[in-house]
T-cell receptor
Framework: QKEVEQNSGPLSVPEGAIASLNCTYSDRGSQSFFWYRQYSGKSPELIMF????GDKEDGRFTAQLNKASQYVSLLIRDSQPSDSATYLC???????????FGAGTTVTVRA | EPEVTQTPSHQVTQMGQEVILRCVPI?????FYWYRQILGQKVEFLVSFYNNEISEKSEIFDDQFSVERPDGSNFTLKIRSTKLEDSAMYFC???????????FGSGTQLSVL
């Protein structure tokens, strides 16, 4: 069974702090990894994707991938109240057409 | 910026009725998807569609569900006889290739009474 696991939270961080989100996946051969943000009642919105081991930075967001450990993370630096949302980890498993989503981690940024 | 559009945004129906949810994917995309999300739960895959046929489907996508691309732009999800447990937000998504990011529409909230 191919699974994407996330710590469900909720994760509460003060404004300006770093929020750290984790995700593990079951298929060692997976090649494509995505982080989506979902505000309540809205659709998922892509914020980062990563294909290679290491770090990838985009503004205040950094995605980290470790394929050997089957682990992908998302760091949100200088967290803002507008970052309060549920963050979804998604993985494209080997030979799948679809993205498989984790249950999401809810982040609350306290002003 | 191109976007995936879904109609209607809300649909209320009686149990046992047929519903059709409509989507217009991004024009140069080749892969199309339907996902659903029951309130408070995870985003669940229903079906993917490529080259005018279903490429993958989940256990949820049983005989009550069907998809169609009736013309060059629309992509529809039909539920033949709705059940209470079909109440959910349904998202359409598209991507240019199978390895790239999915772009989601804003969703159709389906309520089955």
């Amino acid at each position: 069974q191919k699974e994407v696991e996330q710590n469900s939270g909720p994760l509460s961080v003060p404004e300006g702090a770093i929020a750290s989100l984790n995700c593990t996946y079951s298929d060692r051969g997976s090649q494509s990894f995505f982080w989506y943000r979902q505000y309540s009642g809205k659709s998922p919105e892509l914020i980062m994707f990563i294909y290679s081991n290491g770090d990838k930075e985009d503004g205040r967001f950094t995605a980290q991938l470790n394929k050997a450990s089957q682990y992908v993370s998302l760091l949100i630096r200088d967290s803002q109240p507008s970052d309060s949302a549920t963050y979804l980890c998604a993985v494209k498993f080997t030979n799948d057409y679809k993205l498989s989503f984790g249950a999401g981690t809810t982040v609350t940024v306290r002003a | 910026e191109p976007e995936v559009t879904q109609t209607p945004s809300h649909q209320v129906t009686q149990m046992g009725q047929e519903v059709i949810l409509r989507c217009v994917p991004i024009s140069n995309h080749l892969y199309f998807y339907w996902y659903r999300q029951i309130l408070g739960q995870k985003v669940e895959f229903l079906v993917s569609f490529y080259n005018n046929e279903i490429s993958e489907k989940s256990e949820i996508f049983d005989d009550q569900f069907s998809v169609e691309r009736p013309d060059g732009s629309n992509f529809t999800l039909k539920i033949r006889s709705t059940k209470l447990e079909d109440s959910a937000m349904y998202f359409c998504a598209s991507s240019p290739t199978t390895n790239e990011k999915l772009f989601f529409g804003s969703g159709t909230q389906l309520s089955v009474l």
